[in-house]
C-alpha cells in the first residue's frame, strides 16, 4: 500500500507571495491533518480535515487555510508569505475515529526570502 | 488532550535495551498514549499506541502503569538506527496530535 505523498517536495518563494501544497492520503484513510516543523517551535498543529470539512484546528493566523476533496487528497495554502513561515510542512493521514494512528508523509520544505 | 513530560535526552548502548519514560498525569479514562518517532528531517514514524494494557509490536513494548498516569516505550534491542526523537502523545477524544519537544535518543556504538 503506497504512503502519504506531498507535492513538492522542495519549495522556494518570496515574501508577500502565496503557496499551495498538496498531500494525498493513504488509500481508505479520511483523516488528514497538516503540521508545521520548525527549529524554534518544534512540531505544530495546523489543522485536520476528516470528510472534506475541518474538524479540529491549531493556533495559526488565518493566513493558513486548507481543504479536503472527495477523495480525500488535501491541500494547504498559506498567503502572504512571511519569512516565519520557512518551515517543513507535514501531512499525516489516518482513517480517523477511533484508528487514530497517523502515518505521515515525508513534508513539503519551504523556504521563503 | 493530556500534557505529556518527557526528558530531553537519553543515551543507550547499541544492543542494549532503551526505556524511554513518559509522563501523562492528567490523561483521562478513554485517552489512548501513541509513540512516534523522528529521524532528523523524516516525518514522524508511528512506533506503538495503548489504552491501558500492555501492548508489544515489532518495533516497540509499551509499558503503561496500571494508574495509566505514565508508560515506558521499551525498544529491546536498541541500533544505531533508532538514533531520533521520541515524542509521547495524549490526543484525547479529538485526533488532535499535540507534540511536545520529545526525548532525543542517542544510541552509543
Known amino acids: 500500500k503506497a504512503g502519504v505523498t506531498q507535492t513538492p517536495r522542495y519549495l522556494i518563494k518570496t515574501r508577500g507571495q502565496q503557496v499551495t501544497l498538496s498531500c494525498s492520503p493513504i488509500?481508505?484513510?479520511?483523516?488528514v491533518s497538516w503540521y508545521q516543523q520548525t527549529p524554534g517551535q518544534g512540531l505544530q498543529f495546523l489543522f485536520e480535515?476528516?470528510?472534506?470539512?475541518?474538524?479540529n484546528k491549531g493556533n495559526f493566523p488565518g493566513r493558513f487555510s486548507g481543504r479536503q476533496f472527495s477523495n480525500s487528497r488535501s491541500e494547504m495554502n498559506v498567503s502572504t508569505l512571511e519569512l516565519g513561515d520557512s518551515a517543513l510542512y507535514l501531512c499525516?493521514?489516518?482513517?480517523?475515529?477511533?484508528?487514530?494512528?497517523?502515518?505521515f508523509g515525508p513534508g513539503t520544505r519551504l523556504t521563503v526570502l | 488532550d493530556a500534557k505529556t513530560t518527557q526528558p530531553p535526552s537519553m543515551d543507550c548502548a547499541e544492543g542494549r535495551a532503551a526505556n524511554l519514560p513518559c509522563n501523562h498525569s492528567?490523561?483521562?479514562?478513554?485517552?489512548?498514549v501513541y509513540w512516534y518517532r523522528q529521524i532528523h528531517s523524516q516525518g514522524p514514524q508511528y512506533i506503538i499506541h495503548g489504552l491501558k494494557n500492555n501492548e508489544t509490536n515489532e518495533m516497540a513494548s509499551l509499558i503503561i502503569t496500571e494508574d495509566r498516569k505514565s508508560s515506558t516505550l521499551i525498544l529491546p534491542h536498541a541500533t544505531l538506527r533508532d538514533t531520533a526523537v521520541y515524542y509521547c502523545?495524549?490526543?484525547?477524544?479529538?485526533?488532535?496530535?499535540?507534540f511536545g519537544t520529545g526525548t532525543s535518543l542517542t544510541v552509543i556504538p
Open positions: 488509500s481508505g484513510h479520511r483523516s
Open positions: 492528567t490523561i483521562s479514562g478513554n485517552e489512548y
Open positions: 480535515y476528516f470528510s472534506e470539512t475541518q474538524r
Open positions: 499525516a493521514s489516518s482513517f480517523g475515529v477511533p484508528y487514530n494512528e497517523q502515518f
Open positions: 502523545i495524549a490526543p484525547g477524544s479529538g485526533n488532535q496530535f499535540y
